[in-house]
């Protein structure tokens, strides 16, 4: 079973920055994909960014030039850097990894982008 321990929401304010990690315990055999995902109050879940095994990447729309996806095998994590945040970024913000047969989501964190 894997778990996923996120870290690095808070509050920040507009034109900020923050560095969201997601820490994957336990075998992750089977993941061929890492990605993030966020969910506003009244609003579905929707895809952040994503990345392949083979490092290939996507974004939403919204986020291209501002946010960028990373990861460190070594370390079992995936990172969210986000930058030039705006109000419309606030959300819960989740992690997920997944694979043909396997999906696993991390607990979530808000994100609140406010002056």
């Known amino acids: 079973q894997v778990q996923l321990v996120e870290s690095g929401g808070g509050l920040v304010q507009p034109g900020g920055s923050l560095r969201r990690s997601c820490e994957a315990s336990?075998?992750?055999?089977?993941?061929?994909?890492m990605g993030w995902y966020r969910q506003a109050p009244g609003k579905q879940r929707e895809l952040v960014a994503i990345?392949?095994?083979?490092?290939?990447?996507d974004y939403a729309d919204s986020v291209k030039g501002r946010f960028t996806i990373s990861r460190d095998n070594a370390k079992n994590t995936v990172y969210l850097q986000m930058n030039s945040l705006k109000p419309e970024d606030t959300a819960v913000y989740y992690c997920?990894?997944?694979?043909?047969?396997?999906?696993?989501w991390g607990q979530g964190t808000q994100v609140t982008v406010s002056s």
């Open positions: 997920n990894l997944a694979g043909r047969y396997v999906n696993y």
């Open positions: 336990g075998s992750i055999v089977g993941i061929n994909r």
């Open positions: 990345m392949s095994n083979l490092l290939t990447t």
